[in-house]
């Protein structure tokens, strides 16, 4: 069994900074992937940023140049550093694990950016 665990979120004003956290435990043997994706209220989930183990890295237009999205292997972490926030960035984030060949889910963190 895996078990992804998310935290960071938060409400920030617009303009402020969040980092989300996404940490794995369990039998983990090799990841490939990691990512995170977000869905707001009435709208499908979509892609936010994604790293491969060759820490390649892509990002949805919407947050390039804002989001930053990084990885700890010790510590089978990922995290995303959210800065200049606007209130269209307002969605649960969830972090996805390409393990294997199986993908793996957080349970979600609420990010909510309002003044």
């Known amino acids: 069994q895996v078990q992804l665990v998310e935290s960071g979120g938060g409400l920030v004003q617009p303009g402020g900074s969040l980092k989300l956290s996404c940490a794995a435990s369990?039998?983990?043997?090799?990841?490939?992937?990691m990512a995170w994706y977000r869905r707001a209220p009435g709208n499908e989930r979509e892609l936010v940023a994604h790293?491969?183990?060759?820490?390649?890295?892509t990002y949805a237009d919407s947050v390039k140049g804002r989001f930053t999205i990084s990885r700890d292997n010790a510590k089978n972490t990922v995290y995303l550093q959210m800065n200049s926030l606007k209130p269209e960035d307002t969605a649960v984030y969830y972090c996805?694990?390409?393990?294997?060949?199986?993908?793996?889910w957080g349970q979600g963190t609420q990010v909510t950016v309002s003044s």
């Open positions: 369990g039998r983990i043997f090799s990841i490939y992937a």
């Open positions: 996805n694990f390409v393990i294997g060949t199986l993908g793996y």
């Open positions: 790293i491969t183990s060759g820490d390649s890295t």
